[in-house]
């Protein structure tokens, strides 16, 4: 499967931001989809996940209640809404996959396990 994300840019703090992040070459409804982001000189970390189903999410606990990840299997799909953007939340975000027969779980919050990565983009919060 392949992965392309869109939606950065430039905002400042306090105000949102959608990232969209788009699948082809095969259906999303097999797949723990999450994001990660990477700030330079950082590496990359974890910031959400959602099950193959929707049905349930996992969030680093600098984004709760921030941030909400949902998908759309249907459009082969995945959002990351993200409000009350931070200087800190500055980064280059990547959406990822990793195939699971689980349809409730949201998995690892490793980048090594997911297996499939889109090609990023940037976001950048200016204070």
């Known amino acids: 499967v392949q992965l392309q994300a869109s939606g950065g840019g430039l905002v400042q703090a306090g105000n949102s931001l959608r990232l969209s992040c788009a699948a082809s070459g095969g259906p999303l409804q097999s797949f723990i989809m999450g994001w990660f982001r990477q700030a330079p000189g950082k590496e990359r970390e974890f910031v959400a996940a959602v099950s193959r189903n929707g049905a349930r999410n996992d969030y680093a606990d600098f984004v709760k209640g921030r941030f909400t990840i949902s998908r759309d299997n249907a459009k082969n799909t995945v959002d990351l809404q993200m409000n009350s953007l931070k200087p800190e939340d500055t980064g280059v975000y990547y959406c990822?996959?990793?195939?699971?027969?689980?349809?409730?779980?949201?998995?690892?919050?490793?980048?090594?396990?997911?297996?499939?990565w889109g090609q990023g983009t940037q976001v950048t919060v200016s204070s």
């Open positions: 990822a996959a990793v195939r699971t027969a689980s349809t409730y779980t949201t998995g690892t919050r490793l980048p090594s396990q997911y297996g499939f």
